[in-house]
C-alpha cells in the first residue's frame, strides 16, 4: 500500500489567497483526520471524518477553514482567505474501524507558509 | 477530554546508552489504548509501539519498551543501545474505546543523540 498521500508537500502563499491541502487515505480506512502541528500549539486535531461524514470539527479554528470528503479516497482542507498564523504543518491521517486496538496512519504532511 | 502530558520538552542520550521518556495522562475510563509515535526531522509520523490498557504485560518492540502503570496512570518508552537514527520527537497519545478514533496527544519530547 502506497500510505496516505498528501499534496502538496510545501505550500506557499500570500496572505488573503485561497489555500486547498488534499489528501488521499490508505484504501479501505473508514477515518480521516485532519491535524495542524505548530511550536506552539503541538499537535492539533481540526476534524475527523467516519465512512465521509464529518464526525467532530471543533477543532477546526475558525470559519476560514473548511474540510470535505466527497469520497472516500479524497478529502480537502481548505483555507480561505490565508492568513500568516496558518502557517503549519497539516497532517492527514488514516485508520481501520477494527476496534480501538487500531493505530493512525500519518502522511508526510503540508508546510504550509503564508506570508 | 482526556489529557496527555509529556513533561520532558527535550532530552539527550549518548549513542548506545538507554533513556527513558515520560509520559503521564489523565482519563476516567478503565480500558483504552496508548501509543508512542516518533517524528525524525522528516516530518513523518512513525508508531513506535502500543500498548492495551487491561493487558499487564509491557509492550516490547526491538530496543522499544513501555512501562506501564495503569494506577499512576504512567506510560513511559524506554529505548535501549539508542542509536543516531533514534533522534527525533516522541509524541505519547491517548485512544478511548469510545467515542469515535479520536487521539489525544501529548506535546512531544525531543530526543538528541550524542555519538
Known amino acids: 500500500d502506497a500510505g496516505v498521500i498528501q499534496s502538496p508537500r510545501h505550500e506557499v502563499t500570500e496572505m488573503g489567497q485561497e489555500v486547498t491541502l488534499r489528501c488521499k487515505p490508505i484504501?479501505?480506512?473508514?477515518?480521516l483526520f485532519w491535524y495542524r502541528q505548530t511550536m506552539m500549539r503541538g499537535l492539533e486535531l481540526l476534524i475527523y471524518?467516519?465512512?465521509?461524514?464529518?464526525?467532530?470539527d471543533s477543532g477546526m479554528p475558525e470559519d476560514r477553514f473548511s474540510a470535505k470528503m466527497p469520497n472516500a479516497s479524497f478529502s480537502t482542507l481548505k483555507i480561505q482567505p490565508s492568513e500568516p498564523r496558518d502557517s503549519a504543518v497539516y497532517f492527514c491521517?488514516?485508520?481501520?474501524?477494527?476496534?480501538?486496538?487500531?493505530?493512525?496512519?500519518f502522511g508526510p504532511g503540508t508546510r504550509l507558509t503564508v506570508l | 477530554a482526556q489529557t496527555v502530558t509529556q513533561s520532558q520538552p527535550e532530552m539527550s542520550v549518548q549513542e548506545a546508552e538507554t533513556v527513558t521518556l515520560s509520559c503521564t495522562y489523565d482519563?476516567?475510563?478503565?480500558?483504552?489504548?496508548l501509543f508512542w509515535y516518533k517524528q525524525p526531522p522528516s516530518r513523518q509520523m512513525i508508531l513506535v509501539i502500543r500498548?492495551?490498557?487491561?493487558?499487564?504485560q509491557n509492550a516490547t518492540e526491538n530496543r522499544f519498551s513501555v512501562n506501564f502503570q495503569k494506577a499512576a496512570k504512567s506510560f513511559s518508552l524506554k529505548i535501549s543501545d539508542s542509536q543516531l537514527g533514534d533522534a527525533a520527537m516522541y509524541f505519547c497519545?491517548?485512544?478511548?474505546?469510545?467515542?469515535?478514533?479520536?487521539?489525544?496527544f501529548g506535546t512531544g519530547t525531543s530526543l538528541t543523540v550524542i555519538p
Open positions: 471524518f467516519n465512512n465521509n461524514v464529518p464526525i467532530d
Open positions: 491521517a488514516s485508520s481501520p474501524d477494527r476496534g480501538y486496538t487500531d493505530t493512525q496512519y
Open positions: 482519563t476516567s475510563e478503565s480500558d483504552y489504548y
Open positions: 497519545a491517548y485512544r478511548s474505546p469510545w467515542g469515535g478514533n479520536q487521539f489525544y
Open positions: 484504501s479501505g480506512h473508514d477515518y
Open positions: 500498548q492495551e490498557a487491561y493487558k499487564q
